[in-house]
């Protein structure tokens, strides 16, 4: 928790209402193409637009992916949901109402463990429901004028409710972080934030510390990072408590987050739910989802984070660390898990050169975790680790090699190889030539081997550089240093 507010006598009460699109072909009540980025107002079409005649037709992908997601928290998923109109009137919103499911929705009383500063919690999450997604406002467009793309209207996607139970802007970065790391695991939600298929409206209140009842709360609307999320409620808590210490009264309204500032703005005062004036749809029929339709989308699906980083720790030996490292985004987890395969090596040495050399290169391209931008593959990867299991190469030498397989001056999955010959750079293993080697080294520095032998035991590490050194770095490390202390010690 923000020690400022702890010290303060004052206590946020936060709840998060998460917009995650679900990653559909088609709109969740028409043929539409729910593509993003293409020319405005092109995927709008007369379902979206409700134009006079026209019906809606349910997506049963939606329901597969939003069930999908309430498998994935534990909560229970609703054998009967309806569809509702929530009625509200902006330029974005074609109908005049969205269409939401506001008394029946399809997941319930779900949860998720978060962990700040090693401490674990559980947040309740109150509901997910299907709805439509609204257009787009472009305020940037036009000077002095607001463009209106539709495109986005009709995009299916889950609203996700959680219970007022999250206490600062850490822990609701935490929550978010875990919730989109599990959306992007099943495979229902791209996650792309900047595009806008995952975003985040945070209700904040503050109250006294010890108090039962909750405070006025205001909706900071549709921030789309986690950094935004972070700023904005830590902004939200301290104007709120500075207002109430000054005497004022917080009202309940509808705020919008501005990075340039780090500030929160009024926009308008916030609606209670009967303003909406929400009653079933009357052209969409209840949405039932039979028990062997549900057992069906819990046998297929997938290995969750905290499932796959504890199996990581039994399968394969590695830390708590290293397996929760790994499974942070499904794709690496893939892609170790497919290098350890390949290669046969020890999984603790593919772990290391996946998460330092690997990840390091990413981070050093700007590229972070994206693997698609890797010009390494995991058979690549793979077949060199080989190289150093069977001793062909030394890991020294195997980061020149990771380099120049890096910089492409070879492809495919047999690289390495094809830079190991190339380069001659397979490793010495003949003892004869290591022992050559270190009786010249001896012969070359008598004054250190005298000091050595004199008790600095420290030298031993300058006879390794020098015998490696006369080597090209081709010894095998092991050998050099058994071989050397058994000359060295006369």
């Avoid at 109430?244 to 987050?257: C, D, N, P, V, Y």
């Avoid at 909406?276 to 046998?299: G, W």
């Avoid at 297929?300 to 720790?313: I, W």
């Avoid at 830079?419 to 004869?432: E, F, M, P, R, Y």
Wanted: glycine letters at 8%.
């Amino acid at each position: 928790m923000d020690t400022s507010v702890q010290d303060s006598g004052w206590e946020a009460v936060i709840g998060l209402e998460v917009h995650c699109q679900l990653n559909t072909e088609s709109k969740i009540f028409s043929a539409a193409a729910t593509h993003f980025g293409d020319e405005p107002n092109t995927h709008a079409c007369a379902v979206d637009l409700g134009l006079p005649g026209v019906l809606p037709v349910f997506n049963h992908d939606a329901l597969t992916k939003a069930a999908m997601f309430g498998l994935a928290i534990d909560a229970t998923i609703a054998e009967r949901s309806m569809f509702d109109r929530k009625h509200y009137f902006y330029a974005d919103l074609p109908k005049g109402y969205q269409i939401t499911q506001w008394t029946y929705p399809i997941v319930a009383r779900g949860h998720l463990d978060i962990e700040v500063d090693g401490i674990t919690k559980r947040i309740g999450v109150t509901r997910a429901h299907m709805e439509e997604d609204a257009g787009k406002s472009l305020h940037d467009a036009y000077p002095h004028m607001t463009g209106i793309d539709l495109n986005r209207a009709g995009t299916p996607l889950i609203e996700i409710v959680s219970e007022p139970e999250i206490r600062s802007a850490a822990e609701a970065v935490a929550y978010l972080k875990k919730l989109h790391q599990i959306v992007v695991y099943l495979g229902i939600c791209d996650g792309n934030m900047a595009e806008g298929n995952f975003r985040c409206d945070a209700n904040v209140s503050v109250r006294r510390r010890g108090a039962t009842e909750f405070g006025t709360r205001t909706e900071s609307k549709n921030i789309n990072s986690f950094r935004y999320v972070e700023r904005a409620i830590e902004y939200e808590i301290s104007r709120q408590i500075e207002v109430l210490e000054a005497g004022g009264k917080i009202i309940q309204e509808t705020r919008q987050f501005d990075p340039g500032t780090g500030e929160t703005r009024s926009l308008r005062v916030k609606e209670d739910a009967n303003d909406y004036r929400y009653f079933p749809d009357p052209d969409l029929l209840p949405v039932i989802l039979e028990k062997d339709t549900l057992a069906a989308i819990r046998a297929a699906m997938p290995e969750l984070p905290e499932a796959k980083a504890a199996r990581f720790q039994s399968q394969y030996g590695l830390s708590a660390y290293d397996a929760t490292t790994l499974t942070a985004e499904r794709a690496l987890a893939d892609y170790y898990e497919a290098v350890v395969k390949a290669s046969g090596a020890d999984p603790k040495l593919c772990a290391n050169w996946v998460m330092t050399d690997l990840l390091g290169a990413l981070n050093k391209a700007g590229a972070e975790v994206d693997l698609a931008r890797s010009p390494i593959g995991s058979a690549a990867l793979a077949g060199l680790i080989k190289r150093i299991a069977d001793n062909t190469i030394s890991g020294k030498i195997a980061k020149d090699v990771f380099e120049a397989m890096w910089n492409d001056e070879a492809k495919g999955d047999d690289a390495a190889d094809a830079i190991i010959k190339a380069k001659g750079l397979v490793q010495i293993t003949d003892t004869g030539a290591i022992e050559a080697a270190i009786d010249k080294v001896i012969a070359d520095n008598p004054s250190q081997l005298a000091d050595y032998r004199g008790g600095k035991d420290r030298l031993f590490g300058f006879f390794v550089g020098q015998v490696m050194k006369a080597t090209r770095g081709k010894a095998n490390p092991a050998l050099v240093n058994n071989l050397l202390k058994a000359k060295l010690a006369g």
